[in-house]
Structures are given as structure tokens and as C-alpha cells.
DNA sequence: TGCCGGCCTTGATCTGCGTCAAGGCGACGG
DNA sequence: CCGTCGCCTTGACGCAGATCAAGGCCGGCA
């Protein structure tokens, strides 16, 4: 619906806000311009739920600034988070009907979507897309896996620990800045979201984050932003062996 | 290496061996050709490690008969199961090098492999083989959130009613049995086994199934044998809302 | 300016599961 | 036939994290 605007995004998506690296990354000017017109705006305000499990989804979209959340819930209301979406991460998929999650906006959220149908058929014209969608995919994977290990068998100063570590190289990797030395990071979820991420209660969440910070190993400045002075203390603290993760 | 035997495998793998879901599904004959040329046969005993996570993996492939499962292990050894690897099931990624996470044959097994270079190849010029490795990898990334539900949210009790639901219901997806009445599986895991893939200990897994057969939930025959005399009430137990996964 | 509501923190207590420890069962080999 | 070894079961006890409860901080709004 929006206008294109000249923002940027991330290094990879150029300044055009559709190259971002879900779809375009090897993408032919013809094949940019099929994408352009299958492709509208979207925003969402914080706390609205962008997609309930179980609805039609008739687009795939990605996320152009923003967090949004992927949860999945119990009938008695245990929710778990099951995905992380940032900015440039991609949702829905191709080939299936309903959602699966509930996709929540953490923050408000501008999504670039893509009408499903006409997606699908491009895809099959132009097999790098679903080459470069399996990549992702793949990677989605791993992510989850090391979130498995986590929710299975860390404790939750761990657990605290390792979120942060997570966001932060997400944050870094997008500014391709060296996850080392004095660092700032943005955390837009909530302690009950945090919770929900990890398996814990939002009390827990809150007493480990006090316990870090009590520690040395982290900083607050208001609320929502997170002062690391020492990013291997961090990772120590977070249990990860080496450099911990899939994420670069 | 083996020479191709005409040994069953699944409903959609027919009677050729390499027709297994992972690649074959809609293999023209010539391509089927070019398969067999890049593949050949491994077997594993139980206990063996396949792959250690971190080894260069020269081939992709899949289980054809037995049982693997994917592991992460931590420093100082705490491990969690991340993946579950059935008849059927693929393994490797191709353009990774290098193999994230431990293989171990939790029984005898033979895998179909095929070399990944030439794997590599073929995909680029036969772009539904991509396809279909992309609708398997978004299956099992349902399947790990899923599983991370689970982990995170679960009581012990319901922990083992769901790995027992899960697993009755790949096997009957194998055999397209309907998931009511009566029914018995084969779950070739050790007690510790269960307790990495549920992120328990071996002692609470014990008495969890204890608990459950004193409750009338399962029975047992000799100790790798579970008897579901009523499929709705395991999925009761589980948690699980409604048929309570995608894995059909 | 003061009230209200959302979010966060902290304390007290409870409990599910982990930990430690002892012993049982069945397979296999001598 | 018996000893050994791998795997499983069961009990006693402790603790990490859940639960319940009270109150603090801050921003929005009348």
C-alpha cells in the first residue's frame, strides 16, 4: 500500500526496503519487478496480534522494522515463544494454508508483504528464491535447536543470559559491529515475553536480571536498553561453548 | 557400496530404495539414474556416534531403517536431544560443511547416502529436489517448535505422554494406520535417551512411565514395547490441544 | 497536581523435579 | 549354573524455580 521510501535496512537489502534478504539477495531486475508488484505495506501496533493459529494466511511477509513474536499457547494458557522475528526475518510460509503460531508485534511493526498466490507462482519460476528460502529455513532450524538446548537444560541465570547474548549478536550482526568490547542493546519484550522465550515465570526473569546486573555482568539504563561491558563474561554466563551459535 | 536390494520402506518410497520422501518423490527416470550413480549404502550399530557434531560431512542422506538422533551437548555434559531421526527421515544439509551436532544410532541403522558434492549439483538443475528439501525443512522446524513447547511448558508427566504420542503417530503415519484404538509401538529408546530428548533426568522419566502405567495410560511388554490401549486419553495426558501436531 | 493502570521488583513459602543411593531384572559369557 | 554388566526402578532428601502476595516506579490523563 505505502510508497517505497528510501530507508535502510539492513546491509544486505541496499536501499530498496524489498531487498531484503528473505527473497531478493540474488534477484534479476525483471524478477525485482514482478516482486514489486505482488508486494503492499503493512503496519501493526505494539501488542496486536498480526495473525491468530489457525487463520488463513494469504501473504508471507518480512519484517521491515520492529519485533514481533511467534507463540504458541495451551488450552489452560501456558504459552511458549517459539520464534524471534527482527528485522529482515521472514514468516509464513509458502505452500500451507493456515498459520501455525500467533504472530504477535512486541513493538510496533512494519512488515513488507507479499500477496501468498502470486508468490508461490514466482517462486516456482525463479528456483533461487526457494534455494535462498530454504537457506533461511535451515537456519530458523539450527536457531531453534540451540533454543531447544536452552529451554531443555540451562538454568535460568543461563537462560537470562544467553537471550541477551542472542539479541545482541542478531543487533550486531544487522550493524556488522564485533560482538566484543562495551555494547548497548535494545530489548523490546516484556519480562512476562522474556518468560515466554525462555520457559520461565516473569518473576524468575526479573530476579536473574537483577541477580546479572547485581553481578556486574549487565547494566540497565531505563527500562528496555541493556548495557553489556563485557561480552565474553556475558557468553560465560550464558553457558555457550565458543562462539555459541549459527547467527553471523 | 551395497548393491540395491528390494527391501521395503515406506508407503511413498515404493519398492526402490533411493525413492524415499527426502528426494525421490517426483524424480523423473533419469534423474532417479543420476541419484543412484552419487549413492551408496552405510550401516551404523546402535550406540555408534555417526557424526560428531563439528566433522565435515561429505554426504547428505536418510534413515532407512532403525533409529538416530541428533544431540548438543554442553561442557560439562549436560546433552538435549534436538532432532529424532525415523525411517524416512533426512540428515545433512547441503551447502554447510561442517556437521552442527552429534549423530548417534540409538539403534542398528542403515542410511542411504549420496555424496554431497554431486547432491549439490543435482539440486541446482533439478529445482523440485530443493523444493521438496524445502517442505521437509519447514516440517521439522514445526516440528522442533513443537517440541519446544514442550520443553518449556510441559510437566514431566505430560513430557512422556507427548514423546509417546509422537512417536505412535510417525509410526502409524508409516504404516497409515488411523491413531485410535488399540495400539503398539516400539520406542528403541533408553530411559536416558527419553530423558535428553525431554529435558528430564533418567530417574524421572522412570517413574513417569511407572506412574503412567499404574495409571492404565500405557502398558509395557518386555521393556521397549508400549501398549496405548486408548489413543484419545494419551493426548489427553500430553496436553496436546485437538489432533496436536502437523506430523501426518 | 494527583490518580490510575501497566509493568517491574522483592519477599515468603511451596513443590516438582533433580540428586544421591540402594537394589532388581534380564542377557550374556564362562 | 552363577557372576557380571547394562539398564531400569524405587526411595529419601534437597533445591531451583513456581506461586502467592505486597508494594514501587513511571507515564498518561483528568
Known amino acids: 500500500m505505502t510508497q517505497h521510501q528510501p530507508f535502510r535496512l539492513t546491509q544486505d537489502c541496499g536501499d530498496c526496503p524489498i531487498?531484503?534478504?528473505?527473497?531478493?539477495?540474488?534477484?534479476?531486475?525483471?524478477?525485482?519487478a514482478r516482486l514489486e508488484e505482488i508486494k503492499y505495506y503493512r503496519t501493526f501496533e505494539a501488542g496486536q496480534t498480526l495473525i491468530?493459529?489457525?487463520?488463513?494466511?494469504?501473504?508471507?511477509?518480512s519484517v521491515v522494522t520492529g519485533?514481533?513474536?511467534?507463540?504458541?499457547?495451551m488450552e489452560d494458557g501456558r504459552t511458549q515463544m517459539v520464534g524471534l522475528l527482527l528485522p529482515s526475518d521472514f514468516v509464513g510460509r509458502p505452500g500451507r494454508e493456515r498459520a501455525p503460531y500467533n504472530v504477535i508485534a512486541a513493538t510496533d511493526v512494519l512488515m513488507c508483504c507479499f500477496r501468498r498466490k502470486p508468490f508461490e507462482e514466482l517462486m516456482r519460476l525463479t528456483p533461487h528464491i526457494s534455494q535462498r528460502l530454504l537457506e533461511m529455513?535451515?537456519?530458523?532450524?539450527?536457531?531453534?535447536?540451540?533454543?531447544m538446548l536452552l529451554l531443555g537444560r540451562k538454568t535460568a541465570r543461563e537462560k537470562i543470559a544467553s537471550l541477551i547474548a542472542i539479541v545482541a549478536r542478531r543487533d550486531?550482526?544487522?550493524?556488522?559491529?564485533?560482538?566484543?568490547?562495551?555494547?548497548?542493546?535494545?530489548l523490546p519484550l516484556t519480562r512476562e515475553a522474556m518468560?515466554?522465550?525462555?520457559?520461565?515465570?516473569?518473576?524468575?526473569?526479573?530476579?536473574?536480571?537483577?541477580?546479572?546486573?547485581?553481578?556486574?555482568v549487565i547494566e540497565l539504563q531505563g527500562m528496555r536498553s541493556i548495557v553489556i561491558p563485557d561480552f565474553r563474561a556475558l557468553q560465560d554466563e550464558a553457558g555457550d561453548d565458543a562462539d555459541g551459535g549459527f547467527l553471523a
Chains 1, 2 share one sequence.
Open 172 to 186: 550486531q550482526a544487522l550493524r556488522l559491529r564485533a560482538p566484543s568490547g562495551r555494547t548497548v542493546i535494545d
Open 19 to 32: 531487498r531484503h534478504r528473505a527473497v531478493c539477495a540474488r534477484c534479476e531486475p525483471d524478477e525485482l
Open 137 to 147: 529455513t535451515l537456519d530458523e532450524l539450527d536457531a531453534a535447536r540451540e533454543w
Open 67 to 73: 519485533v514481533a513474536t511467534l507463540t504458541q499457547t
Open 52 to 61: 491468530w493459529a489457525g487463520d488463513r494466511m494469504d501473504f508471507v511477509a
Open 195 to 216: 518468560a515466554d522465550y525462555l520457559g520461565l515465570t516473569l518473576e524468575t526473569v526479573s530476579r536473574q536480571i537483577s541477580a546479572l546486573k547485581r553481578d556486574g
